[in-house]
């Protein structure tokens, strides 16, 4: 990952940040957030899950850690992040005894996690060091865990673009669906599906309507791999 001092400049910035770059798309990143989760939620429901405990690796400053809780229910959740001003923006936020903010010297993979979550983090991890960071998550999971991983689509014009204006992503290394499946795997996860979301911006929102048809098609900004642990 993005060495923490890096990720610490941000750390005040980063909602500024990230709303700048996505604002070529016409919404903001808790429409994003919101989706996201909502479409996970989805999923879950289809596999009959209601993941008790989660983790959000890579949280940032907390929001996705915040959403675990209050749109999917999770009563546990554990936000994990390398820089230490992230989390003390995290920690913030969120006081309550129900969401910790740990860096990952402070957590110990021990099989106790129901759903592992991770949006546009993998592509900030060296290359060398994502099978590590992959096998981490693996550890974290209790056997029957599910995780779900987001990532931000290379073959989307609109998502390099994004990137390209984004402060804190013009030096990653995106990766395509089959190299993140393919990384899981190797793993010993099993992927039970690609989706791919966010193909309309807000001035086409009329059509979004279509989406969850399109979801199969490698169109969306951002795709999620959604995999479980044997």
């Keep these: 990952m993005k060495p923490a001092s890096q990720f610490d400049s941000f750390a005040h910035t980063y909602e500024r940040d990230l709303d700048q770059a996505l604002s070529i798309s016409g919404d903001d990143k808790e429409y994003f957030a919101r989706a996201r989760m909502r479409w996970l939620a989805k999923r879950l429901r289809e596999r009959g899950a209601a993941p008790q405990t989660a983790m959000d690796y890579g949280c940032g400053i907390g929001n996705g850690a915040g959403l675990l809780r209050d749109l999917l229910g999770a009563q ?10 992230m989390l003390e923006a995290a920690r913030s936020r969120y006081s309550d005894t129900e969401i910790r903010f740990l860096s990952f010297e402070e957590y110990s993979p021990c099989e106790e996690i129901d759903l592992a979550y991770c949006n546009g983090v993998f592509h900030h991890i060296p290359i060398a060091e994502r099978s590590w960071a992959a096998r981490f998550i693996f550890r974290s999971l209790r056997p029957g865990g599910v995780l779900a991983l987001w990532e931000n689509n290379p073959w989307n014009p609109g998502a390099r673009w ?17 190299e993140i499946a393919g990384l899981l795997q190797a793993e010993g996860f099993d992927v039970l599906r690609t989706d791919y979301l966010f193909i309309f911006p807000r001035f086409l929102k009329f059509l979004r309507f279509l989406e969850p048809g399109l979801s199969r098609f490698p ?3 951002q795709y999620l791999v959604f995999c479980r642990k044997l």
């Design 162 to 178: 994004v990137m390209s204006r984004c402060a804190f992503d013009r030096d990653a290394i995106p990766l395509s669906p089959p």
């Design 76 to 85: 546990s959740v554990i936000g994990l992040d390398p820089s230490v001003r």
């Design 219 to 221: 169109l969306g900004a």
